[in-house]
Nanobody, 124 residues
Framework: QVQLVESGGGLVQAGGNLRLSCTAS????????MGWFRQAPGKEREFVAA????????YYTDSVKGRFSISRDNAKNTVYLQMNSLKPEDTAVYYC?????????????????WGQGTQVTVSS
């Protein structure tokens, strides 16, 4: 129904920057609230950031506030996660998610659409 494809992951030194992109199929992208989640080995998937359908609001987990920025370009069906000042603890597979609820934007179970994930590795 809806396909999300992440890109931009890779290996970076601590203190470096990466920008992740997520491009969606379909013609209803502009109606979807979007989020980024991450999952490190042996840990549960955790919320990172979310953005409303028209960029009216953004929301971040405390550990990335001031370092990460979520944005979107609805004309390109794309959501971005700019990650600055990366730390080794940011190492994880990062997933793009779509269709979240404004009432629970930080809850993975509320997103019906998911990308395949992209690996981010931050070396110490």
């Amino acid at each position: 129904q809806v396909q999300l494809v992440e890109s931009g992951g890779g290996l970076v030194q601590a203190g470096g920057n990466l920008r992740l992109s997520c491009t969606a199929s379909g013609r209803t992208f502009s109606t979807y609230h979007m989020g980024w989640f991450r999952q490190a080995p042996g840990k549960e998937r955790e919320f990172v950031a979310a953005i409303s359908s028209s960029s009216g609001w953004t929301y971040y987990t405390d550990s990335v506030k001031g370092r990460f920025s979520i944005s979107r370009d609805n004309a390109k069906n794309t959501v971005y996660l700019q990650m600055n000042s990366l730390k080794p603890e940011d190492t994880a597979v990062y997933y793009c998610a779509g269709g979240g609820s404004a009432l629970a934007a930080d809850t993975a179970s509320g997103y019906p659409y998911w990308g395949q994930g992209t690996q981010v590795t931050v070396s110490s």
